[in-house]
């Protein structure tokens, strides 16, 4: 089925939406890699990062090149929840109700520093991001597909600030940490911006996205593969049972069911941005830090050693070695089958 698809879409599709990106975004390779890796995956995405790396012209970029709808969404601490999923409006002259539909039906949704709004704000994406529908009295309306929700934080100027409940970051797919570019880059970056701008061009439509979605699911895993996942999640919620019981004191509560599920999902996405129908573990292994990070919930004793996620996973990963390189033909056998 994949082969078919490839071979009716454009074999190349992936790098095409890629090589029109970066076209306007200079750098950023994990990050817009991650990017497509949640689009495919039709997951979610938390970004972090400080202001002025493109986290906006990304997202932005991308809708231009799939002929997507973009919508931005500043969360201030004056929102409320029908500012984001609509509301009802009374009108006048027929005297009936009309329902007016909210930022968050667009394929392509920025929540620009979610923190600065309140829980009851926040939680207003929990329906849209798990169910791809929004409730309006009593009326339930379907999201625009393929839909994903990129959201944004500042991690300076925590003054304000309103920490997002558990319930939704676990729905978020990744935690991205966006960083610097370096010195090239960033002269690349003043030059384009002080230049002429770049065009982008259209090069795929929303339907050709669903259909390399469909493709994307039917990507074969191993078994292997996603005992490793369980075997990860596994050893943040319980490190004392499984060789390491010095970082029990460092995590509060581990992984929930959802990061072998995004991490296995993950893995197909990214295994087929790379032009296999089989994912490897290499896959796996490349997506862990950014499916996990933002499921520790760490002790008060790891912030008193300023201990990050990232370091916790690292050392995880150590004791929890990847399952070895399958054989390329047995994989393919198994992916046929």
Known sequence: MIES??????????????????KVVVGQDHFLERVLVAILAQGHLLVEGVPGLAKTLTVKTLARTIRGTFKRI?????????????????????????????????????????????????????????EYQVTIAGETHKVPTPFLVMATQNPIESEGTYPLPEAQVDRFMMKVVVGYPTEEEEFVIVDRVTGTPGQVAPVATT????????????????????????RLAAVTRFPDRHGLPELAKYVTFGASPRAP?????????????????????????DLVPDVFRHRLVLSYEALAESLTPDELIRRIMQKVPAPEKPLDTHVRVAAAG
């Open 5 to 22: 698809l490839r071979a009716r879409l454009d074999a190349q599709l992936p790098e095409r939406i890629l090589y029109e990106v970066k």
């Open 74 to 130: 500043q969360f201030t601490p004056d929102l409320v929840p029908a500012d984001l999923t609509g509301t009802r409006i009374f009108n006048q002259k027929t005297g009936d109700f009309a329902t007016s539909l909210g930022p968050v039906f667009a394929n392509l949704l920025l929540a620009d520093e979610i923190n600065r709004a309140p829980a009851k704000v926040q939680s207003a994406l929990l329906e849209v991001m798990q």
């Open 261 to 285: 599920i995004h991490l296995i999902e993950g893995a197909r996405a990214l295994a087929f941005l790379r032009g296999r129908d089989y994912a490897l573990p290499e896959d796996v292994t």
């Open 207 to 230: 339907e050709q996205l669903a259909e390399l979605q469909q493709a994307c699911r039917a990507v074969y895993v191993d078994p292997s593969c996603i005992q490793y996942a369980v």
